[in-house]
């Protein structure tokens, strides 16, 4: 009973598949899946041809006839395993979005995993199912966090809120994209980016690049939209995405558009920003708590800040995108 619970969608946390425990035993079905299609066809394939040879010097033998039939039937279901298991995956009710987890499997699991995430009861939760904890994050190595240039990063936790600036002109995504640009050459050294952490709840100790993106989002009208979350946990940010839908792995073929919310490292764990334009080799972002680059370099006084950066398209660096329904 616990697990149909857990399956249920919670439009507080905007994720249907938050239970790291079975998102893992639905991977792992789909790894035997796909191991059953890989395997058992090819010794069914060479048990037909054990049967053919047997036909051969035996053509009056009537059960290897059937034996024969048999095994190419048993071939054929497992090639069509796993579409059968879409199908049946299909039919559950909708409230359950079993059809979502079961895709996403993989992705899920992996982000769970990059997120250190605190598992509460149902019963004790008010109002959040799972939270986390951003309160060990020590302001000593701040490239240690928020910056895929140090290979490691990324927040945690996930809040926020606020309302829009009524002076933000601009419709859908250009409209993100002035926000952020506004807001280029504000940095650490002078205090200029607290108002993002602010904004979601944390303090000058905590990596902001999330809060950055949050912080444009809500000024843009986004966050109350419901078209982008509020979040400053990396991870939390490109499973948010993924859950509705709209997410798109770097190397899938698909082209960003100017105002996608981009996500770096394994599982989207290590940095965001905010995409303005892209070509097949890079992507051209704004992001905060980043090493300023061009014209903020001056402006940041060596330390990070909000800067526009280009980012070359691989995966590995890139892990990809969320398409805000502008």
Same mark, same amino acid.
């Not at 857990?6 to 035993?25: F, H, K, R, V």
């Not at 497992?78 to 987890?101: Q, R, T, Y």
């Not at 950055?212 to 509020?230: E, L, M, N, Y």
């Given at each position: 009973?616990?697990?149909?619970?857990?399956?249920?969608?919670? $439009?507080?946390?905007?994720?249907?598949?938050?239970?790291?425990?079975? +998102?893992?035993?639905?991977?792992?079905?789909?790894?035997?899946?796909?191991? +059953?299609?890989?395997?058992?066809?090819?010794?069914?394939?060479?048990?037909?041809?054990?049967?053919?040879?047997?036909?051969?010097?035996?053509?009056?033998?009537? %059960?290897?006839?059937?034996?024969?039939? #048999? %095994?190419?039937?048993?071939?054929?279901?497992?090639?069509?395993?796993?579409?059968?298991?879409?199908?049946?995956?299909?039919?559950?009710? #909708?409230?359950?979005?079993?059809?979502?987890?079961?895709?996403?499997?993989?992705?899920?699991?992996?982000?769970?995993?990059?997120?250190?995430?605190?598992?509460?009861?149902?019963?004790?939760?008010?109002?959040?199912?799972?939270? $986390?904890?951003?309160?060990?994050?020590?302001?000593?190595?701040?490239?240690?966090?928020?910056?895929?240039?140090?290979?490691?990063?990324?927040?945690?936790?996930?809040?926020?809120? =606020?309302?829009?600036?009524?002076?933000?002109?601009?419709?859908?995504?250009?409209?993100?994209?002035?926000?952020?640009?506004?807001?280029?050459? #504000?940095?650490?050294?002078?205090?200029?980016?607290?108002?993002?952490? $602010?904004?979601?709840?944390?303090?000058? $100790?905590?990596?902001?690049?999330?809060?950055?993106?949050?912080?444009?989002?809500?000024?843009?009208?986004? +966050?109350?939209?419901?078209?982008?979350?509020?979040?400053? =946990?990396?991870?939390?940010?490109?499973?948010?995405?993924?859950?509705?839908?709209?997410?798109?792995?770097?190397?899938?073929?698909?082209?960003?558009?100017?105002?996608?919310?981009?996500?770096?490292?394994?599982?989207?764990?290590?940095?965001?920003?905010?995409?303005?334009?892209?070509?097949?080799? #890079? +992507?051209?972002?704004?992001?905060?708590?980043?090493?300023?680059?061009?014209?903020?370099?001056?402006?940041?006084? =060596?330390?990070?800040?909000?800067?526009?950066?280009?980012?070359?398209?691989?995966?590995?660096?890139?892990?990809?995108? =969320?398409?805000?329904?502008?």
């Amino acid at each position: 009973m616990q697990y149909v619970q857990l399956l249920e969608c919670s $439009s507080t946390l905007g994720n249907c598949c938050n239970d790291y425990g079975l +998102i893992t035993i639905i991977d792992i079905t789909r790894k035997i899946f796909d191991l +059953i299609q890989l395997v058992v066809p090819i010794l069914l394939i060479v048990m037909i041809t054990v049967q053919l040879v047997k036909m051969v010097v035996n053509p009056d033998d009537k %059960k290897d006839t059937k034996k024969l039939i #048999n %095994k190419v039937i048993a071939t054929f279901i497992c090639f069509f395993l796993p579409v059968i298991a879409d199908v049946v995956v299909g039919l559950l009710p #909708n409230n359950f979005k079993m059809s979502s987890c079961w895709e996403n499997a993989k992705i899920s699991r992996e982000i769970s995993a990059n997120s250190p995430l605190v598992y509460i009861k149902v019963t004790d939760r008010d109002p959040y199912a799972i939270v $986390s904890d951003a309160s060990g994050y020590d302001k000593g190595d701040e490239k240690e966090y928020g910056d895929p240039d140090s290979g490691l990063g990324g927040g945690s936790s996930s809040s926020g809120g =606020g309302s829009s600036s009524s002076t933000v002109t601009g419709t859908g995504a250009q409209r993100l994209i002035s926000v952020a640009a506004a807001e280029i050459g #504000n940095h650490e050294s002078n205090g200029t980016h607290a108002k993002y952490e $602010s904004y979601s709840g944390l303090d000058t $100790s905590q990596p902001w690049c999330a809060a950055f993106v949050t912080w444009c989002a809500g000024q843009a009208g986004f +966050i109350q939209a419901g078209i982008i979350p509020s979040y400053v =946990g990396c991870s939390a940010g490109a499973a948010w995405f993924q859950n509705k839908g709209r997410f798109h792995l770097e190397g899938s073929g698909y082209t960003p558009q100017p105002g996608d919310i981009v996500f770096y490292g394994a599982g989207g764990s290590q940095h965001t920003g905010i995409v303005e334009r892209a070509d097949a080799n #890079n +992507i051209y972002t704004i992001e905060g708590n980043t090493s300023c680059e061009g014209a903020a370099q001056n402006q940041c006084g =060596g330390s990070d800040g909000v800067s526009r950066k280009t980012r070359p398209r691989h995966t590995g660096y890139v892990f990809g995108y =969320g398409t805000p329904a502008y």
